[in-house]
């Protein structure tokens, strides 16, 4: 499995940017998929995630009701759209996929087997 993330870049406060990850390699619609960011200093942390269906959603409450998890299951694609971005969410994103049953969204990193290698956001105060 391999998993291509995408969409980074350098964005004002208060604009917006869509990250997207591509997987291959097997059966996307075995996976649920999330997103994780790494900013510079700080441990990784959990950002949002979609279930093998799309039907559950889970978010950190830092990026509630700003950032939206979706998924094309024909194109093995995910997206985060990401708006109204703040200097604070200034990370390296990586996308992961976990090989579950439907109705999962795990928030948690262990259950993630296979990670994308990160693109940059970095928003400007």
């Known amino acids: 499995v391999q998993l291509q993330a995408s969409g980074g870049g350098l964005v004002q406060a208060g604009g917006s940017l869509r990250l997207s990850c591509v997987f291959s390699?097997?059966?996307?619609?075995?996976?649920?998929v999330g997103w994780f960011r790494q900013a510079p200093g700080k441990a990784r942390e959990f950002v949002a995630a979609?279930?093998?269906?799309?039907?559950?959603?889970n978010y950190a409450d830092s990026v509630k009701g700003r950032f939206t998890i979706s998924r094309d299951n024909e194109k093995n694609t995910i997206y985060l759209q990401m708006n109204s971005l703040k200097p604070e969410d200034t990370a390296v994103y990586y996308c992961?996929?976990?090989?579950?049953?439907?109705?999962?969204?795990?928030?948690?990193?262990?259950?993630?087997?296979?990670w994308g290698q990160g693109t940059l956001v970095t928003v400007s105060s």
């Open positions: 979609i279930s093998r269906g799309g039907k559950v959603t």
């Open positions: 992961a996929a976990d090989e579950t049953i439907s109705g999962v969204a795990q928030v948690f990193e262990a259950p993630y087997d296979y």
């Open positions: 390699g097997h059966t996307f619609g075995l996976y649920a």
